[in-house]
């Protein structure tokens, strides 16, 4: 089994409907993160945990929310989607006493029509 | 706010042939990472560069920052198919609790 596992790997949703992308891991990490990839743009954060009592917004939070259920579990909720929110959304986590690395799940691809 | 450039934004080229991917910025850097993604998964970490001139290996793939800590490049000799993928530089900061800023990335294809 991956480190660390993203659900659904692919949606396709309609405009305003709800979205959660949900995330767990295996590794232990404390920290987690939810990043969206658009082409030509890289990866951007979108929101960011340091344990589960310690949620932050990212550079553009903006139309989603996090839910840090468990040290290993952390969704991310488009509360009313909008087709500009297609895309790939990526979840990763790292150890904040171990390296400075990232470890991503596999993706999350997210289509808004 | 730093943005992190890299350049070429493309490149094809053709099995055995060698090629060099820069990171750029306007700001120096703390530290930076280079990360590998195929297509599918999410990006891999290659390597990070810390101390400005240095010079890491890894196989055929040659990474370097440069002695100001503005850029970076990557170098990769007698490119395989198994080299194709979106290569990614970021950098580590501190104004989000020592979170990573990515830049857009290479995408690179091998043709065999």
């Known amino acids: 089994d991956a480190d660390v596992t993203q659900t659904p790997r692919n949606r396709i949703t309609k405009t305003g409907k709800r979205i959660m992308l949900e995330c767990s891991q295996t590794?232990?990490?404390?920290?987690m993160y939810w990043y969206r990839q658009d082409p030509g743009l890289g990866l951007r954060l979108i929101y960011y945990?340091?344990?589960?009592?310690?949620?932050n917004k990212g550079e553009i939070s903006d139309g989603y929310s996090v839910s840090r259920q468990a040290q290993a579990k952390f969704s991310l909720s488009l509360e009313s989607a909008i087709p500009n929110q297609t895309a790939l959304y990526f979840c990763?986590?790292?150890?904040?006493?171990?390296?400075?690395?990232?470890?991503f799940g596999a993706g999350s691809r997210l289509t808004v029509l | 706010t730093q943005l992190l450039e890299q350049s070429p934004q493309f490149l094809s080229i053709q099995e055995g042939e060698n090629l060099t991917v820069y990171c750029n910025s306007s700001?120096?850097?703390?530290?930076l990472q280079w990360y590998r993604q195929e297509p599918g998964e999410g990006p891999v970490l290659l390597v990070t560069v810390v101390t400005g001139g240095e010079v890491k290996k890894l196989k055929r793939l040659t990474f370097q920052f440069g002695d100001a800590r503005k850029d970076s490049s990557l170098h990769i000799t007698a490119a395989q198919p198994g080299d194709t993928g979106l290569y990614l530089c970021a950098e580590s900061r501190d104004n989000y609790g020592q979170n990573f800023v990515f830049g857009p990335g290479t995408r690179l294809s091998v043709l065999p």
């Open positions: 945990s340091f344990d589960v009592k310690d949620i």
């Open positions: 590794k232990g990490h404390d920290r």
């Open positions: 990763a986590t790292r150890h904040s006493s171990g390296a400075n690395v990232l470890t």
């Open positions: 700001s120096v850097f703390s530290s």
